[in-house]
């Protein structure tokens, strides 16, 4: 007359188990979550984007270069022969080469003469190269380009074109961070 309950603890062990792997799923997310690095709103206003054409190994002198036309790519291609045959287009975009260096970000200054400072900021990478491309359009005609180091220093200065000249004009840092000319 009387009714009894009985559960079989063999049917209660895969409850068991699988609340076991949920509290422990929950404990491990809160212990190492990873929460996205959002940059400052005023440096995403600034960022343009960039492909990387290619990167490798490399052993040559560090140096830097903004390629605008297609003589200065046949002549990259020429002095390095490990590039790939990357279809290059000078009217629509920009190269920039970092050897012994990685680009990390590339951010746009608009100046009140009517210029546009564009900062590349790279890190330094031994015995490798890195080449990656921007749109013009993006970026304008006449452009200062600073690359900066990891404490903000400037390694080189490019001027697009020299008002004086209409040509590239090219400036290396000396080790106090006062550019030269070459």
Known sequence: MHRFLVIEARRLLPLLFLLVLLVSLSIYDNFFREFPVVAPDKELKNTVAFVTADRGELSAPVSFEVIASMEAWARLQQEN?????????PAYEYAISAT???????????????TVQVQVRVTEEPYSYHLVTVEREKVGEQTHWLFLGEKEQIMH???LPDEETGETQNRESEPDGEPTAD
């Open 81 to 89: 022969s490990a590039l790939p045959d990357y279809p290059f287009n």
């Open 100 to 114: 012994n260096g990685e680009v990390q970000s590339v951010q746009v200054y608009p100046q009140e003469d009517g």
């Open 157 to 159: 200065e490019i001027i």
